[in-house]
């Protein structure tokens, strides 16, 4: 058995990531975990979150964002698509869009109810999500309908345990 002695940063033989499970050593094994690159899910506990990634700052008037899972997934936003105030919005449909160096994503509307403001900031800087997005990256405010039902969303342990299984 042959054992991992320098102190300098170890490199994964070229194969390595061919070689089938059972077949490594431990040496390739200890290299992987010193490798490997923990990831950690910022998930404040005073918000509540959707399926879709989205998050709901409650009060009289709900304030909306994508969480920094979602922004971190699509790299640096570089367009957003809002709506408009007035609008009415429904829970789990589509109401704008994101678009990153990768992909374009679509906005859902975590609840449903009347679009009062938007943050038009973000038209000119989308970046803003990506750098602060449980602040300053929030995206729409809406006073929710009479049906508004803050448990069919998550609470931050749901959303953590829904990032971390994903």
Same mark, same amino acid.
């Given at each position: 058995? /042959? /054992?991992?002695?320098?102190?300098? $940063? ?22 992987? $975990? ?22 709901? /700052? ?49 906005? #859902? ?11 038009? $900031? ?11 997005? #449980? ?25 953590? /345990? ?5």
């Amino acid at each position: 058995m /042959r /054992r991992f002695l320098t102190s300098a $940063r170890p490199t994964l033989p070229a194969d390595a990531l061919l070689r089938p499970c059972w077949s490594w050593d431990i040496t390739t094994a200890r290299q992987v $975990r010193l490798l490997a690159k923990e990831y950690t899910v910022n998930v404040p506990e005073d918000l509540l979150y959707s399926a879709e990634h989205e998050w709901v /700052r409650q009060g009289d008037i709900l304030i909306v964002g994508v969480t920094a899972h979602a922004a971190d997934a699509l790299g640096d936003i570089v367009y957003v698509e809002l709506p408009q105030a007035g609008d009415v919005v429904v829970a789990g449909d589509p109401c704008g869009e994101l678009e990153s160096t990768k992909a374009v994503s679509d906005l #859902y509307s975590p609840v449903s109810g009347t679009v009062t403001a938007v943050n038009t $900031r973000l038209k000119a800087t989308p970046a803003i999500i990506n750098d602060d997005p #449980y602040g300053e990256g929030w995206i729409f405010q809406v006073v929710p309908s009479g049906d508004y039902a803050p448990e069919a969303l998550m609470d931050s342990d749901a959303y953590a /345990r829904l990032v971390k299984d994903s």
